[in-house]
């Protein structure tokens, strides 16, 4: 089965300094890799997406992600934080799950706090 | 623009009383998902539809019954079977996961905020 760790519940940093969120996932398969970002009662607003090919992609607002296959890991980075950054990030990996049902599995999110 | 969108944004159960939360897209996705998030714990699948009068059960869905008449619409009724329904409910779309499209990330709308009274 799937599933993806977010080690860090709750992560404070201060405005203008570089961010590193970080994931682990477990899939037999290459696996679809996502990150997503929610604000206070909104939706999920999706950020970047692995899915093969250069292992470092480029996101939306400045962030980027690289893949690490050896570490099964799909860390997020920012070089410099914004207070606007401040929001739940979840990673999610996607893949094929008890038979031909495609399915993302949700981290349990890391919250960011961005002091002034 | 092309989006999802749930209503009402917040809702309030009695006990006993089914209730239905409604989910309309745009973007002419064929799948259509339901996740149900509680604080610390994530996003979890509650049903999920990859095409019309088709449904499939996600790993919570005792409780909960869906319905996909429409291709735009899938709405999620929380019965009075559920016993714990305070939540925040998201509801997404994706391109076919079926087949070479299976990669396809899923667009979220904005959430109903449901309440025991």
């Known amino acids: 089965a799937q599933s993806v760790t977010q080690p860090d519940i709750h992560i404070t940093v201060s405005e203008g300094a570089s961010l590193e969120l970080r994931c682990n996932y477990s899939?037999?398969?290459?696996?679809?890799l996502f990150w997503y970002v929610q604000s206070p009662g909104q939706g999920l607003q999706l950020l970047l997406k692995?899915?093969?090919?250069?292992?470092l992609v480029q996101g939306i607002k400045g962030f980027e992600a690289e893949f690490k296959r050896s570490q099964s890991s799909f860390n997020l980075r920012k070089p410099s934080v914004h207070w606007s950054d401040a929001a739940e990030y979840f990673c999610?990996?996607?893949?094929?799950?008890?038979?031909?049902?495609?399915?993302?599995?949700f981290g349990k999110g890391t919250l960011l706090t961005v002091n002034p | 623009d092309g989006g999802i969108t749930q209503s009402p944004k917040y809702l309030f159960r009695k006990e006993g009383q089914n209730v239905t939360l409604s989910c309309e897209q745009n973007l002419n996705h064929d799948a259509m998902y339901w996740y149900r998030q509680d604080p610390g714990q994530g996003l979890r699948l509650i049903y999920y539809s990859q095409i019309v009068n088709d449904f499939q059960k996600g790993d919570i869905a005792e409780g909960y019954s869906v319905s996909r008449e429409k291709k735009e619409s899938f709405p999620l009724t929380v019965t009075s079977a559920q016993k714990n329904p305070t939540a925040f409910y998201l509801c997404?779309?994706?391109?076919?996961?079926?087949?070479?499209?299976?990669?396809?990330?899923?667009?979220f709308g904005d959430g109903t905020r449901l309440s025991i009274l």
């Open positions: 692995y899915f093969s090919g250069d292992t």
């Open positions: 999610a990996v996607g893949g094929r799950s008890g038979g031909s049902n495609y399915k993302l599995t």
């Open positions: 997404a779309s994706s391109i076919d996961n079926r087949g070479r499209y299976s990669n396809q990330p899923q667009h």
């Open positions: 899939y037999g398969a290459t696996p679809y």
